[in-house]
């Protein structure tokens, strides 16, 4: 337990200001969304574009030292399995950035009994965060990883004609309950894939 928590600390330690700046940007933008009585929609879209791919920058600054070869002897001699700072890795940038920042969604918009709600919305969270732990653990660059995120995050921004969306992530556009709850679906199992296939690559860096 004492590693774990070791551990959880030293996540916590290298994401160093980052941390500060994504809790104070979604603090921001939901103080800005209830001032100014935002729409619903609006605050969802918003929450969807800017606040949620900033899980997988997280996600992403966690791993970097891992992955990084002037850093990584030390981070090897952790009296921890590799495979348990992976998913201690990974359930951190779920509990401290994820948890948190639905949970102001859900109160934005009046939906914290929503059971369906919090499953789109963590599901989405789940494959951002999924998809910077395979990229920083594939590609071993942190400026690629993070240029990717936001890449595929600002064509979503951009998509004025809705021709990105077969494609994207965000449930702002759905309005059918069935189709949220099959797309809820595939983003778990996306998620998923991402997910074990990063833990993989970062167990296998150590052998």
Known sequence: MRKAVKTIRLFFKELGYLKYVIYAVTVGLAV?????????????????????????????????????????????????????????GYTCAFSLFAVPAVMILACLLRQQNSVLFYGTMFSEILVWISMGFFLVMMTKNIVVSVGIIWIYASMQILDVSGSFRPISICFYFVSDIHIMFRKMIVLFFIAAALSISAQKKFEMMFL
């Open 32 to 88: 800005f969304c209830w001032d100014n009585g935002i729409q619903p929609l609006s605050i969802l879209e918003s929450f969807e574009m800017f606040i949620f791919p900033l899980s997988g920058w997280w996600v992403i600054q966690e791993f970097y030292s891992y992955v990084d070869e002037e850093e990584r002897e030390v981070y090897m001699s952790y009296p921890l399995s590799r495979r348990y700072i992976g998913i201690i």
